[in-house]
């Protein structure tokens, strides 16, 4: 049977970031429930973000940031040919382990087939994971230590609504996002739709703030332009985090033109 998330206990008000032990985040039950084989809704964000990344000449972007990267490799392997350096950004001292193992032993078997259908989609690829991968350096901080207009594209998967349940923490984690890359530079995200908060294994409740495509646009419309937004539906094959689906973002940054204010 599917588990069902439950709410924590009530503490009279929504948890934040700071209220969660991410540096506990349980990597290998994680990655069981969504990355020991290649799901239909992998096949979806890979398929969208490809596109964004193949807009872009190899060696294109001179600096890349994947922020929040966690234990997921597929953003940082579709980053290998357009992306000269790129920085995965994580928090959790779990996260960071796990990542650095892949970068320095090799990536486990289960990735093969995910950067498979990365490379078919984008032969601009190396035909070697490690060589794509050799590109990726893995620093641990949070999106409080991004230097503001440091990157040509700056990528987040299930971050920002994955880690926290009020929703002005969540604007503040995307607002981050957006400062990371330089006036104009591309944005490129996936989100858990309507997604609450959730339980990885048998472990505690992990803070998040339900979004839809309503609540995306109230953040990133302001902020951003060229604004698109996409759909996966959602994926029966997953446990059932009760989110209904995965929603799909680009935009790019305001210039600075566009970000002057209008003469008086």
């Given at each position: 049977m599917d588990r069902i998330p439950q709410d924590p206990p009530a503490?009279?008000?929504?948890?934040?970031?700071?209220?969660?032990?991410?540096?506990?985040?349980?990597?290998?039950?994680?990655?069981?429930?969504?990355?020991?084989?290649?799901?239909?809704?992998?096949?979806?964000?890979?398929?969208?973000?490809?596109?964004?990344?193949?807009?872009?000449a190899p060696g294109a972007l001179a600096r890349t940031l994947e922020l929040g990267a966690g234990p997921n490799l597929y953003p940082l392997m579709l980053a290998g040919a357009a992306g000269r350096a790129v920085d995965a950004l994580e928090p959790s001292a779990a996260g960071v382990r796990y990542l650095r193992e892949q970068l320095t032993r090799g990536i486990d078997d289960s990735w093969r087939p995910f950067y498979a259908l990365c490379r078919s989609l984008d032969p601009a690829l190396p035909e070697d994971c490690a060589e794509?991968?050799?590109?990726?350096?893995?620093?641990?901080?949070?999106?409080?230590?991004?230097?503001?207009?440091?990157?040509?594209?700056?990528?987040?998967?299930?971050?920002?609504?994955?880690?926290?349940?009020?929703?002005?923490?969540?604007?503040?984690?995307?607002?981050?996002?957006?400062?990371?890359?330089?006036?104009?530079?591309?944005?490129?995200?996936?989100?858990?739709?309507?997604?609450?908060?959730?339980?990885i294994g048998d472990g505690p409740v992990?803070?998040?703030?339900?979004?839809?495509?309503?609540?995306?646009?109230?953040?990133?419309?302001?902020?951003?332009?060229?604004?698109?937004?996409?759909?996966?539906?959602?994926?029966?094959t997953l446990p059932e985090y009760g989110d209904t689906g995965i929603l799909l973002l680009t935009a790019e940054a305001l210039t600075a033109e566009a970000q002057a204010p209008a003469p008086a």
């Open positions: 503490t009279g008000r929504a948890r934040r970031n700071r209220d969660a032990d991410w540096d506990d985040w349980p990597v290998a039950d994680y990655l069981a429930e969504n990355y020991r084989r290649l799901h239909p809704c992998d096949i979806g964000v890979i398929r969208h973000h490809s596109a964004v990344y193949r807009r872009f794509a991968l050799r590109r990726v350096r893995v620093v641990r901080g949070t999106a409080d230590d991004v230097v503001p207009g440091t990157y040509d594209l700056a990528s987040m998967n299930f971050v920002a609504e994955s880690v926290t349940e009020d929703f002005g923490e969540f604007t503040a984690l995307c607002e981050a996002f957006v400062r990371a890359v330089r006036p104009g530079g591309t944005l490129l995200a996936a989100f858990m739709e309507r997604m609450p908060s959730y339980r992990w803070p998040a703030c339900p979004v839809d495509e309503t609540a995306l646009r109230s953040v990133f419309a302001p902020r951003t332009s060229g604004l698109r937004i996409g759909r996966v539906e959602k994926d029966l």
